[in-house]
Nanobody
Framework: QVQLVESGGGLVQAGGSLRLSCAAS????????MGWYRQTPGKQRELVAA???????SYADSGKGRFTVSRDNAKNTVYLQMNSLKPEDTATYYCNLKYGMAYERDYWGQGTQVTVSS
């Protein structure tokens, strides 16, 4: 079982920055992908950014050039640095970890709220 604990959400003005953190604990393989998704009421959860253990990254178009995902493998922690935030970035952000031969083992954090005021 894997537990994911997020931190770093909050209220920020448009143009500001926030850094989200997510620490993973429990049993998992070293071959895993950690990432961030976000969700607003009435909409599906969407990928924001993901990063593999060796640092390969993937970003949604909405965050390219503004968001940076990174990880510290020694701490089993993933980060999301969000700069130039926009009101449309307002959402609940969820940490995700996947592992397994087909990454079928899928775990989620409890979510952290990010609110960007205009």
């Amino acid at each position: 079982q894997v537990q994911l604990v997020e931190s770093g959400g909050g209220l920020v003005q448009a143009g500001g920055s926030l850094r989200l953190s997510c620490a993973a604990s429990g049993t998992m393989t070293s071959r895993n992908v950690m990432g961030w998704y976000r969700q607003t009421p009435g909409k599906q959860r969407e990928l924001v950014a993901a990063i593999g253990r060796i640092g390969t990254t993937s970003y949604a178009d909405s965050g390219k050039g503004r968001f940076t995902v990174s990880r510290d493998n020694a701490k089993n922690t993933v980060y999301l640095q969000m700069n130039s935030l926009k009101p449309e970035d307002t959402a609940t952000y969820y940490c995700n970890l996947k592992y397994g031969m087909a990454y079928e083992r899928d775990y989620w954090g409890q979510g952290t709220q990010v609110t960007v005021s205009s």
